[in-house]
Structures are given as structure tokens and as C-alpha cells.
């Protein structure tokens, strides 16, 4: 990073996943010079995937760390400077804003493009780490058509395991929640829709003890958490872990304004933060979707807000700044 030390940059965007690089390859056809620093999980939640068949582009689908690595060539083809590296501190109170990457080099720039996605939260598992892709997901959504016609079981108990539960039926001949209370934490509506489904069944007071399997889910062993009963569900295929996701953002925390579950909020359809020239995109601000095209679409929304707002500086603000 000795190359990059106390440079000033117009666009410093943290972050890799579909909404870092889309915003890099927006960024830098409009001659920005963006440096995309990748984080601690180059490519994000994607390089987890294994098919990608919703993503536009792709007809016949792809490989998530494939089309991670299809971002970050196109966004490197126009000039996007993606590096390996973690920003591990912002100073806002002057600008141009100082960004300290790896705990050491210092660097400056004009508008930061905040994408650090979210993380999904799992069960903790061995067999869970070990099959994810593999049967495992976190994302109904992305994974639940690989799934038709056969036994799936989802864990959780809030809104988004009973919505995800819901489209599960759509595909899967039959979806067992497991969730280790004996009630719902969803709303009264997810909670009848579910209940009305006759493809979805509950096992109350219970978790997931193993996942079974070596390379391919091929079962579950579930614990009763009031009698230690174990059950052993052979047939089932799928296992979606729908217990929450946890922004990654805690960077940020105390400085942008943020939702109680740590999403930062941005001003109307913009991606404009709390701070000028600071923007926020993909999962890290949405809350809702988290889906990697609308992801994508958020990184080209703040690229073009970073742009904006840089044409709106006096010259004399930039004009003795370094440019990459």
C-alpha cells in the first residue's frame, strides 16, 4: 500500500461485492479514478453461491465466484483500481475524509461509496459451514428452485422465515420449520399465510443438532430443547437458515445514522448519507431486498451521486488535490 499513502482520491469505495464493483465501473467510465478496497470477504456473500440463475445476463446461469470475478474484471478493464485491503478507520471531521486501510496507510478522498454488504447470521455448525453451498443458503430467494419437488427445512421464526417459508412452497413438495421457541415472532399476517399452507409444517421448542451429509445435504438431526428428544429427518435435501442478517457496518456506528439493526439510512431515492460526499449502497443500506441486482443497481446509483456530487465542488477545493 506504500504506493497509494497519503494520496487523495475522488472516489474510495469500500467493499466488493455487486454494489462495490458496479459503483467501481460506474465510477471509473465516468473518469473518476475510483480504488476499490475488496475488505475482508473479496467478491462478498456471492462467493458462497454456488448457481446464480436470477441474475440478468446469464441464461444459462453461473457460478457465484464467477460472476464476482466477471464484476471485477469489467470494472478493471475502465480503470477501477480494485486491491485487496480493509478499512479499518474514517475520520469525518474534515474533508477530504481520512481512511486508514489495514491499520496503516493513510489515504484521503472526496466521496467514500460505503458498500460492505451484510452477513448472514448461522446457526454455528461444522456441518453447516461445511455444506453451505452444498445444500445449505441463507437466501430462499437465490436457492429455492434447485429445490422442486423435495423435503427442505427452514430455521427460524421471525417475518422472514415465514416469508421465505411461503416461497419455499412454491418449489419444495414440503418445508419444516424448525424454531426453538413454541411461537412465532412473525407479524399475525406471516404468521396465518404460513399457518394456512398445507405444505409447511412446525417442530416447536427444536434446533438443529448436525446437518447430515458429506458433500450434498442428505438429512437433519433435530433436538428438542424440552425433552432432548432427537428426531432424524432422512429425507430432507435443503436446510435455509433464516434467522437474521447483520449489516457490516460497524465501522460507521455512532457517526451515520443508522436503523436499530445496523442498516444505514440514506435520504430519499438517494444513496447520500448523513455526510456530504459520503454514500451508502447495496446491502449495507438495504434492509429489504438483498438481492445482488438490486444490489448492483444501488452501487450505479451512488456511483452517479458520487459523480454528481463532485461536479458540484469548487475548483479551488480540488484543484492542487492528487488524482490517481
Aim: glycine content about 10%; proline content about 3%.
Amino acid at each position: 500500500m506504500e504506493d497509494i499513502a497519503n494520496k487523495t482520491f475522488k472516489v474510495v469505495i469500500i467493499g466488493s461485492g455487486p454494489a462495490g464493483l458496479t459503483a467501481a465501473l460506474y465510477a471509473a467510465r465516468a473518469d473518476l479514478s475510483p480504488i476499490v478496497f475488496e475488505g475482508p470477504e473479496p467478491g462478498g456473500q456471492l462467493m458462497t453461491t454456488t448457481d446464480v440463475e436470477n441474475f440478468p445476463g446469464y441464461p444459462n446461469g453461473v457460478m457465484g465466484p464467477q460472476m464476482m470475478q466477471d464484476f471485477r474484471e469489467q470494472a478493471t478493464k475502465f480503470g477501477a483500481d480494485c486491491r485487496y485491503g480493509y478499512v479499518t478507520d474514517i475520520e469525518f471531521g474534515n474533508r477530504p475524509y481520512k481512511l486508514t486501510v489495514d491499520e496503516k496507510t493513510e489515504i484521503y478522498a472526496h466521496t467514500v461509496i460505503i458498500s460492505t454488504g451484510a452477513s448472514a447470521m448461522w446457526l454455528g455448525l461444522e456441518s453447516e459451514t461445511r455444506l453451505r453451498g452444498k445444500g445449505v443458503s441463507a437466501c430462499a430467494t437465490c436457492d429455492g428452485a434447485f429445490f422442486r419437488n423435495q423435503h427442505v427445512v427452514i430455521v427460524g421464526g421471525g417475518d422472514t422465515a415465514m416469508e421465505e417459508a411461503t416461497f419455499l412452497t412454491k418449489f419444495a413438495s414440503k418445508v419444516t420449520v424448525v424454531h426453538r421457541r413454541d411461537e412465532l415472532r412473525a407479524s399475525k399476517a406471516m404468521q396465518a399465510r404460513a399457518f394456512a399452507n398445507e405444505k409447511i409444517e412446525f417442530m416447536w421448542d427444536s434446533e438443529i443438532d448436525e446437518i447430515l451429509g458429506e458433500q450434498v445435504v442428505e438429512g437433519v438431526r433435530i433436538n428438542n430443547r424440552k425433552t432432548g428428544d432427537k428426531t432424524v429427518l432422512e429425507d430432507v435435501t435443503g436446510v435455509f437458515v433464516a434467522i437474521g442478517h447483520k449489516p457490516n457496518t460497524d465501522l460507521f456506528k455512532g457517526v451515520l445514522t443508522m436503523d436499530d439493526v445496523g442498516y444505514i439510512q440514506t435520504k430519499g431515492q438517494s444513496t447520500q448519507t448523513d455526510l456530504p460526499g459520503i454514500f451508502a449502497c447495496g446491502d449495507a443500506m438495504d434492509a429489504v431486498y438483498r438481492q445482488a441486482v438490486t444490489a448492483a443497481g444501488t452501487g450505479c446509483k451512488a456511483a452517479l451521486d458520487a459523480e454528481n456530487y463532485l461536479s458540484e465542488l469548487p475548483e479551488e477545493a480540488i484543484a492542487e488535490q492528487h488524482w490517481k
